[in-house]
């Protein structure tokens, strides 16, 4: 590995034997780009996105559903445009059908998206991590990183472990426990910065200037942010090629839900998926909600906020795609709400009970904001609702515990059952 001075020195991405990438245009004036370490267009600072071949060949439904159950089975709508290199056996995650929760919000179907336990670390971000590495291979770099509210760490420290890449991850000091285990024990550089998420994505987009590192959400993101429409695609295809009417997701930087959305629209342009365009619903936690703000506000500039949620995952207070995410959420005609912690843990624990799925909390605040749009009349009772459960419930046991009836101890004695059964009666 090169020392981080000489990697500044050299110019990122002048060899390498990973998969080709796409070129990348901007998002705001279209201006074309190499593919290149770099997030932002150099004449109007807009996001830089892969740019796709028109004329590529697109697969049937069938040639789709032959292929191994991962991300890359959707690979014409990826940026790698050879075969992928590291990570090929993320995604592909149940839909599960989720009656009783219908039931207790008051729609006429729901279903669960449960990346709780996408592969290999228990988040979506699973996904766009597998993208950005391969990006990253693509473009010779040797060394990865990322800033996080805590899953991507877990991620990219877990993935790049397993492609033998070095990893620089830095995360808010205060991260729960959990994230901050499950992202050490990879072996990366874990970096904790005084400081909330939006310091530590400030520090990191010095960072990938100063080192030529491939971060993942800084440098890399046009490729990364990709992996998020592979939710769309999974969505689409387990529900045998239709559109959903209505999905809730929660909302950070605003990427994922962005994402969706603009995967549904290519899949429905590709002659392969059925329905009117679904509508996106946006959900944050109330004591970070810039996002949600904008929608209900109007305009396409965001307020950037002070994070101050137990919903660490998704406590970003100055989200880098939060316009284009609430233009997703107008022109689709969906909404948004923030729901506060309180209302987010019983989301946690309504989900667990009427799924079996144990969600943290960023999961919570999608229930809990799909059961407060219904309440506001957004959602109504003749509608189907996709829940994307976006991050798996043992990673923030602290944010729930609290709120369980502690369990009863007793001696090995079967009249102690006895006496509780009774009381249960
Ligand atoms: C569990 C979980 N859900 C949702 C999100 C939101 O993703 P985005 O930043 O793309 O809006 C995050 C982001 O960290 C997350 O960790
Ligand atoms: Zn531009």
Same mark, same amino acid.
């Given at each position: 590995?090169? %020392? ?21 245009? !901007?998002?705001? !004036? =279209?201006?074309?780009?190499? &593919? ?5 267009? &150099? ?6 996105? &892969? ?18 159950? %991962?991300?890359?089975? *959707?690979?014409?709508?990826? &940026?790698?445009?050879?075969? @992928? ?21 008051? $729609? ?14 228990? %988040? ?15 473009? =010779? ?22 492609? =033998?890449? @070095? ?11 959990? #994230? ?5 024990? *990879? ?9 909330? *998420?939006?310091? $530590?994505?400030?520090? !990191? ?16 993101? =046009? ?12 969505? $689409? ?21 962005? #994402? ?8 429905? #342009? ?55 995410? /609430? ?37 919570? $605040? ?14 109504? @009772? ?5 829940? !994307? ?13 609290? /709120?369980?009836? @502690? ?15 009774? /009381?249960?009666?």
């Amino acid at each position: 590995m090169s %020392s981080p001075v000489a990697a500044a020195r050299t110019a990122p991405a002048a060899v390498s034997n990973g998969p080709r990438l796409t070129p990348l245009a !901007c998002r705001l !004036c =279209g201006a074309p780009h190499a &593919p290149a370490p770099l997030a932002t267009c &150099p004449e109007c600072l807009g996001p830089l996105e &892969p740019a796709y071949d028109a004329a590529r060949r697109l697969p049937t439904r069938a040639e789709i559903e032959a292929r191994p159950r %991962s991300i890359w089975r *959707y690979r014409e709508w990826l &940026p790698i445009l050879d075969a @992928p290199v590291v990570s090929t056996d993320t995604g592909f995650t149940p839909l599960l059908e989720a009656p009783a929760l219908a039931r207790a919000l008051g $729609v006429r179907r729901a279903l669960v998206k449960n990346d709780a336990v996408c592969h290999p670390t228990l %988040s979506f971000k699973d996904r766009v991590v597998a993208v950005a590495l391969n990006a990253a291979a693509g473009l =010779g770099l040797e060394t990865v990183g990322c800033a996080s509210t805590g899953n991507l760490a877990n991620s990219v420290a877990a993935q790049a472990a397993r492609a =033998g890449l @070095p990893a620089w991850i830095f995360v808010p000091e205060d991260l729960e426990i959990g #994230k901050i285990v499950g992202t050490a024990v *990879y072996g990366p550089r874990l970096v904790r910065v005084r400081g909330n *998420y939006d310091d $530590v994505n400030r520090l !990191c987009a010095q960072v990938a200037d100063r080192f030529g590192w491939g971060l993942v959400n800084l440098n890399l993101r =046009g490729y990364y942010g990709e992996g998020s429409k592979t939710v769309a695609f999974e969505i $689409v295809e387990q529900l045998g090629w239709r559109l959903p009417q209505a999905v809730v997701a929660p909302m950070a930087g605003g990427s994922l839900l962005t #994402k969706i959305d603009k995967g549904f629209a290519e899949l429905a #342009k590709a002659g392969l998926a059925d329905g009117p365009r679904p509508r996106v619903y946006g959900a944050q936690a109330e004591g970070c909600a810039p996002i949600v703000n904008l929608v209900h506000r109007g305009g396409d500039r965001i307020e950037p906020v002070v994070p101050r949620t137990i919903a660490r995952s998704i406590a970003i207070g100055n989200p880098a795609d939060g316009r284009f995410a /609430a233009e997703a959420i107008r022109s689709s005609g969906g909404a948004a709400a923030a729901v506060s912690d309180a209302e987010l843990v019983e989301g946690i624990t309504l989900l667990a009970a009427t799924t079996g799925v144990f969600t943290e909390t960023a999961g919570g $605040v999608t229930v809990a904001a799909a059961r407060k749009l219904v309440r506001e009349g957004q959602l109504g @009772p003749d509608d189907e609702v996709v829940l !994307c459960i976006t991050g798996n419930g043992l990673k923030t046991i602290e944010a729930v515990q609290p /709120a369980l009836a @502690p369990a009863p101890i007793i001696d090995p004695k079967l009249r102690e059952v006895a006496a509780l059964a009774q /009381a249960v009666h």
